[in-house]
């Protein structure tokens, strides 16, 4: 079992670049958030799935694309990287209404 | 849309200290969650209130949820350098089932 699992855990984009962060969940949780985490801003909220084939916009969502075509995994897509998307990235999954949201351990994007 | 405020944004203390966390929801939340990130690290889930008014503890931590639902405290009791890290506060939205976090509180402890 391991839980919420995060590829890459770092990457160095040149700007325009485009590329895919993977997170992949073995819980069959049917919620699967991403956030961005930069200093004094906290976690902030890219977009989200309720469920499979399902997916909506955070309170940062620009810039950004998703895809939940399986339960299990949930992609975040850069399509033209940029410097101010230069984060760390974290994907999160829980049971539907629960308690706990698990996380992956996280990714480091740099976009120079 | 819904939005966490959570104050104060680093907070040092000297080992021994209280420390108190605070977070206000500008919507009524169905419940809220805590989490602890040690540096370098992600996100722990500590707890989650539910019902108006709940106080729960955890050895030297005490969280509160408001009467309204809208607003939360975390507070530690003699904190020890173990204690080092970020809380954040998250509200989930019983209608959407965002999870939204507040900005969450560095704490720092001096040994």
């Known amino acids: 079992n391991a839980g919420v699992t995060q590829t890459p855990k770092f990457r160095v984009l040149k700007t325009g670049q485009s590329m895919t962060l993977l997170c992949a969940q073995d819980?069959?949780?049917?919620?699967m958030y991403w956030y961005r985490q930069d200093p004094g801003m906290g976690l902030r909220l890219i977009h989200y799935?309720?469920?499979?084939?399902?997916?909506a916009k955070g309170e940062v969502p620009d810039g950004y694309n998703v895809s939940r075509l399986k339960k299990q995994n949930f992609l975040l897509g850069l399509e033209s990287a940029a410097p101010s998307q230069t984060s760390v990235y974290f994907c999160a999954s829980t049971y539907q209404g629960s308690v706990e949201a698990f996380f992956g351990q996280g990714t480091r994007l740099t976009v120079v | 849309g819904q939005q966490v405020m959570q104050i104060p944004q680093y907070q040092h203390v000297q080992e021994g200290e209280d420390f108190t966390t605070y977070c206000n929801s500008s919507?009524?939340?169905?419940?809220i969650q805590w989490y602890k990130q040690r540096p370098g690290g992600h996100p722990v889930f500590l707890i989650q209130l539910v019902k108006s008014g709940e106080v729960k503890k955890q050895k030297r931590l005490t969280f509160q949820f408001g009467e309204a639902k809208k607003n939360s405290s975390l507070h530690i009791t003699a904190t020890q350098t173990t204690d080092v890290g970020t809380y954040f506060c998250a509200g989930r939205s019983s209608n959407t089932g965002k999870l939204i976090f507040g900005q969450g509180t560095t704490l720092q402890v001096k040994p």
């Open positions: 799935s309720v469920g499979e084939g399902t997916t």
């Open positions: 919507t009524t939340l169905s419940n």
């Open positions: 819980m069959n949780h049917e919620y």
